[in-house]
């Protein structure tokens, strides 16, 4: 049973923290997880996975915690659901052995990226004659590697991708106990993806915003995420609509400085500029708070990391594809872009899909005003928990 | 920094910085930060010396959740309306009418201003909690809890300019008649010599002081567990009434409910609780009941239970349920003993089995069934038992049962100084102290003669803390 991947020191502890916040609830209004945990007398593996999944690690529960150290229940919310998160992570990965990713993935990112650049770069040297790959094409890149070429190679990788998230999605939801994903309606669906695009719980539940990266009150991480996410997007949506243009209407790269495209992609770009480097500078000065487990810093580094470098060669290669720079720039971008994609399953982008589902849990459970989640028998038994009489 | 154009004379010492105010505050919970925010908005150098270390900043009330405000139309965070009449019989019927009215009426009506001044101070609010949705139209809740609000009071004061030293323990109060000059003060090993044209006292109760408390308690009193900060020893309290100013409340007094024996000594806080009470039987060490365990609403009846519990034997409490109880309640923090006999259960808590088996029994044998609603003053009782449990009666005969064991947990205590509608404290003679004030636990004693109502405390320490600030800077800039 796939829950069983859960019986993890961070669950246990989890459980524990649960247990005396549950009995607090002063955090109510903060965020999702703690009106998931009243629905609850008791916390399986499974359940804590998904209160995990909807923690945000903002720090405002911690701050706020009568009973963080020194006091003797040493509750930590933030710290134990982020340690929580990363063994779901690795639990719910497709194919499985590639879970152990999760653990040192500062080392894996950067294996990743070199071994991609290293095929890119080599296959470059290889295959591209060079008076091809250091000639200037009137910004041509196609001359360099043919499209048929690129979509050969991303193709494949897509597909991998895609599957290796679609499956790691569907063992998530099974790990978290939860029930047939068609019990879910559409306005669960609706709210669950409203709630994610405008990081709702990322505020700390006050107008104020959350205890990030200290301990005042701030909106600085919502805002350098949402450039981070939109500006992941708005690319997303310059390649859709540039092969939209390719085999819809025929018109063939390169697209000109004001094209849709080219608008979108630089939009985009940007905010992968700023946002990651907002986020990192956010994250050093959380990195001395009690909320900031050792566990997820690599991930976060990593794949913040790998956004940027995305969009530094994606912007360079816009800005220098008159010139010969071109065949290089396209190189390493692509190389980068390579590691982006396998990054994606096995890196800290997973974590978008999985608080998607989470929060479509989250959801169900406000429409019911019961726990549906981590446990397959007895229902009925803690749906009586949160209408309990102080 | 705020405005110094005419401090008090300065004063300095080596690695303690300035050691001259205009208003110096003992005490860094709500009481306190609201009299330095306010007196330092009037322009005033403010000083604030808490006893603890930061971790643990903030007295009791890092542990609360809301405050009790009157308000005559529905507010963002209040329903309905709860005015100033309905507030004062609340209020008249838990303390028994032991309560000063005038300051009873201050404290209520100021209470209108507390969510909107806190709000100003970046303090937030959320909606009632799960569990205390009847609350929702007479409290308001503190987003994260009271912990949250310190913090923010905390960044409010820094942002204005006040002083402030944690660890910083007032040895001496110096008392010149009727005037305060200062403190001696011992910051960490250091020892301080603080002058000050006005003083606000709001360094809370002394229930931390076992001691203190076998005074009036006796014995029992070493098996008490206090609720919240260890640091309200009451020592400035006790300087204070030792110098003459006046004492108000009787020693015994207390907030006092009953809590998981396996509690903390100190600061359980919240978590500690057990709300099943009125969903089953309560014994004591002897197997005996000793009181209606459904007399009331659960909320308008922790607060008695604490003292109900101190009454008996070893001070201790069995609360006891089955099966049925199971998911009626907020979940406590401990597990409970669980057993599927009572006779096993009563091994398992150190009671007679054959005793806690017959006082089971006979009340099972004395339930008239009704039908059973929590959320109303059932028709479930008991007949020919003494003492009866009114409401909520039905038979512990489904196992498993459980039992948690109960011990009194202190929250705060009532005796204090005197003071007047102006926050300023009097003196044993009846004259008012020239220039010292006090707010919160210290002087709540004025209101609360006995009992409670929830969320009166940040009430009253909000309300004096506010009074005390704007009176302390008043005199301190007449005294300029």
């Not at chain 2, 199971?326 to 599927?340: K, S, T, W, Y």
């Not at chain 2, 003679?429 to 004030?437: E, K, L, Q, T, Y």
Request: aromatic share 10%; charged share 20%.
């Amino acid at each position: 049973m796939l829950q069983t991947l859960l019986n993890t020191d961070s669950a246990a502890e989890a459980e524990r923290i649960m247990t005396i916040c549950n009995a607090c609830r002063y955090c109510e209004g903060h965020c999702a997880v703690f009106p998931a945990m009243t629905k609850r007398l008791q916390f399986s593996p499974g359940e804590l996975g998904y209160l995990a999944n909807l923690c945000h690690n903002c720090g405002s529960c911690y701050h706020h915690c009568q009973y963080a150290e020194p006091h003797e229940f040493d509750v930590n919310v933030p710290k134990t659901m982020a340690e929580l998160r990363l063994d779901t992570y690795e639990a719910a990965a497709w194919p499985a052995f590639l879970g152990r990713s999760f653990q040192n993935n500062g080392i894996w990112s950067a294996i990743i990226t070199v071994v991609a650049l290293i095929a890119f770069l080599g296959g470059a040297a290889v295959l591209i004659d060079p008076a091809v790959l250091f000639g200037a094409h009137g910004g041509n890149f196609y001359a360099v590697l043919s499209h048929n070429a690129m979509v050969a190679i991303f193709g494949v990788v897509a597909l991998f991708v895609l599957a290796a998230i679609v499956i790691g999605m569907a063992r998530f939801w099974r790990l978290i106990g939860a029930p047939p994903l068609r019990e879910a309606g559409p306005r669960d669906i609706a709210i669950a993806i409203h709630d994610a695009l405008t990081l709702k719980y990322m505020a700390g539940g006050s107008d104020l915003g959350c205890a990030y990266p200290e301990e005042a009150p701030s909106h600085l991480r919502r805002l350098f995420h949402q450039f981070t996410f939109w500006g992941f997007l708005l690319c997303f949506a310059a390649t859709s609509v540039g092969t939209l243009y390719h085999y819809g209407f025929g018109w063939v790269a390169p697209y000109g400085y004001l094209s849709l495209p080219k608008i979108l992609g630089t939009l985009g770009g940007l905010g992968l500029i700023i946002g990651p480097i907002g986020l990192v500078v956010l994250k050093r000065r959380a990195a001395g708070q009690p909320v900031q487990g050792a566990a997820g810093k690599q991930l976060d580094a990593a794949f913040l990391l790998l956004l940027f470098l995305t969009s530094l060669t994606g912007l360079a290669l816009t800005a220098l594809r008159d010139t010969p720079w071109l065949g290089s720039l396209l190189v390493v971008h692509l190389g980068v872009v390579l590691a982006l994609f396998l990054a994606m399953p096995y890196g800290k982008m997973i974590h978008g899909f999985y608080r998607l589902l989470a929060l479509v849990g989250f959801a169900m459970e406000q429409r019911r005003d019961a726990a549906l989640f981590g446990r397959a028998s007895d229902p009925a038994r803690d749906s009586a928990a949160s209408q309990a009489t102080e | 920094m705020a405005p110094r154009g005419e401090t008090a004379k300065s004063g300095f010492q080596e690695g303690v910085g300035e050691t001259s105010f205009d208003v110096l505050v003992i005490g860094g919970g709500n009481a306190g930060l609201s009299a330095a925010i306010v007196a330092a908005e009037a322009g005033r150098s403010v000083c604030l010396l808490e006893g603890a270390p930061r971790a643990y900043r903030g007295g009791n009330s890092r542990h609360t959740r809301n405050l009790r405000a009157m308000h005559d139309a529905p507010t963002s965070v209040l329903t309905e309306a709860y005015g100033e009449a309905e507030y004062y019989e609340d209020l008249l019927r838990v303390t028994k009418g032991k309560t000063t009215e005038p300051l009873a009426r201050l404290a209520i009506r100021e209470s209108q201003e507390s969510v909107a001044w806190l709000e100003a101070h970046g303090v937030r609010f959320q909606k009632a909690l799960s569990g205390t949705l009847h609350l929702g139209r007479t409290n308001a809740f503190f987003l994260g809890g009271g912990k949250a609000l310190v913090n923010a009071l905390y960044r409010a004061a820094e942002a204005l300019g006040v002083t402030v030293h944690y660890e910083a323990w007032v040895e001496e109060v110096r008392l010149d008649e009727n005037l305060c000059r200062g403190v001696a003060a011992r910051i960490g090993g250091t020892a301080v010599e603080f002058a000050a044209r006005t003083a606000v006292f709001a360094a809370g109760g002394f229930q931390a002081n076992i001691p203190w408390l076998k005074e009036s308690w006796g014995a029992a009193a070493d098996n008490f567990l206090i609720r919240g900060t260890p640091y309200n020893t009451g020592e400035v309290l006790k300087q204070l009434l030792d110098q003459g100013v006046a004492q108000v409340g009787d020693p015994q007094q207390c907030h006092a409910v009953a809590i998981d024996g396996r509690a903390p000594k100190f600061d359980g806080g919240i978590c500690t609780r057990v709300d099943c009470v009125s969903l089953g039987i309560v014994v004591n060490a002897q197997g005996a009941r000793f009181y209606d365990e459904g007399e009331d609403f659960w909320p308008k009846r922790y607060a008695i239970w604490g003292r109900l519990v101190a009454a008996q034997p070893q001070q201790v409490g069995h609360v006891l349920i089955d099966q049925k109880a199971i998911g009626l309640f907020m979940p406590p923090v401990f597990p409970a003993e669980q057993a599927e006999t009572i006779e096993e259960l009563a091994m398992k808590i150190g009671v007679d089995p054959r005793a806690l088996a017959k006082t089971v029994a006979d009340y099972n044998a004395a339930v008239r069934d009704g039908s059973f609603d929590h959320t109303e003053l059932d028709d479930c009782h008991t007949e020919g038992l003494t003492p009866p449990k009114t409401h909520w009666a039905r038979r512990l005969d489904r196992p498993p049962f459980y039992a948690y064991t109960l011990k009194p947990g202190i929250t705060f205590t009532y005796l204090g100084v005197e003071v007047d509608e102006t926050a300023r404290v009097l003196m044993a003679d009846g004259r008012p102290s020239a220039n010292m004030f006090a707010a919160g636990e210290i002087m709540a004693g004025n209101v609360l003669g006995e009992g409670y109502l929830a969320g009166i405390g940040m009430t009253i320490g909000g309300v004096f803390g506010r009074i005390a600030g704007r009176e302390a800077a008043r005199r301190a800039s007449n005294a300029a």
